[in-house]
């Protein structure tokens, strides 16, 4: 058993070593903090989506600017898509759950707003139509996904692809990256505060 836990933390640690060394991705989560910053500048809002374990992320990341993160400030315009269930449920049964989210974003989205997307395969149907959706209406897709990036790959403006195949592992890393994110993206809106 301890072996096996050794395994799984290791595991953990080897992506994110990875990660670390990846002077692309270190330069790509730098300009998606200048690019979100200036979608919340300009009055426009950050929408996420996913499903699974990728969903609880994605609401877990929007509360984090419509929330606080470290700062007492204002909240910043960010939502999770899927947290609607009377929406989500109707849409579903009246629909198909491949539609879940485009047809919300076609509802709300505006151009100029930003549109995430968690997928650790990166060919979630309804996110991938979503990103569609989006990329109609002006908005700017970033795509979380594991290595290969899957169809999100084609239709990412910006595609944070994390180097592994193991959705346990992508996952987490998904959630350090959203959270240095949030921190850097804090601190540039509002100031470093102490």
Known sequence: MLDKIKFCINESVTVKSQLLKDERMLQLISELVDVIVTIFRNGNHIYF??????????????????????????????EALHCN??????????????????????????????L?????????????????TAREKGMVTVGFTGEGGGLLKERSDYLVNVPSSNTPRIQEAHMLIGHTICQLVEEKYFGKQE
């Open 85 to 114: 269930t009377s929406y989500l449920t109707a849409v579903a049964n009246d629909y198909t759950y491949d539609v879940i989210y485009s047809r919300l974003i076609r509802g709300i989205g505006k151009k100029g707003d930003m």
């Open 116 to 132: 995430i997307g968690l997928s650790t395969s990166g060919n979630s149907v309804n996110i991938v139509q979503a990103f569609d």
């Open 49 to 78: 989506c996913g499903n699974g374990g990728s969903a609880a992320d994605a609401q877990h990341l929007a509360a984090e600017f419509s929330g606080r993160f470290y700062i007492n400030r204002e909240a910043l315009p960010a």
